[in-house]
């Protein structure tokens, strides 16, 4: 078992930033891939950015690509997502995964472990 706790978040103007964080307890936090999710009101879950075990590799939607970077300190065991240039859309609850199978980073099927979320609210 993994257990995950984001923090982060809040009430941020449109061009601002903020920083998450997800910090993990439980089984060995480096042997897993980790991904950021998020989900707005009356839509689905959908993906935001991964990475890998040691942060070799990074993946992005489309949509954040160039604004969100995701980074990881596995001796502090978290993983963080820095959100720059915020817009209105970005409003949503955000979410950390471990990944644990699967064959995309893309897809919330192959992540198992989930965090409980934290509010991101980006105002005009």
């Known amino acids: 078992q993994v257990q995950l706790v984001e923090s982060g978040g809040g009430l941020v103007q449109a061009g601002g930033s903020t920083r998450l964080s997800c910090a993990a307890s439980?089984?060995?936090?480096?042997?897993?891939?980790m991904g950021w999710f998020r989900q707005a009101p009356g839509k689905e879950r959908e993906f935001v950015a991964a990475?890998?075990?040691?942060?070799?590799?990074?993946f992005y939607a489309d949509s954040v690509k160039g604004r969100f970077t995701i980074s990881r300190d596995n001796a502090k065991n978290t993983v963080y997502l820095q959100m720059n240039s915020l817009k209105p859309e970005d409003t949503a609850v955000y979410y950390c995964a471990a990944r644990t199978g699967g064959s995309s980073y893309y897809a919330a099927t192959s992540y198992s472990y989930w965090g409980q979320g934290t509010q991101v609210t980006v105002s005009s």
């Open positions: 990475t890998g075990w040691n942060a070799g590799s990074a």
């Open positions: 439980g089984r060995t936090f480096s042997n897993y891939p």
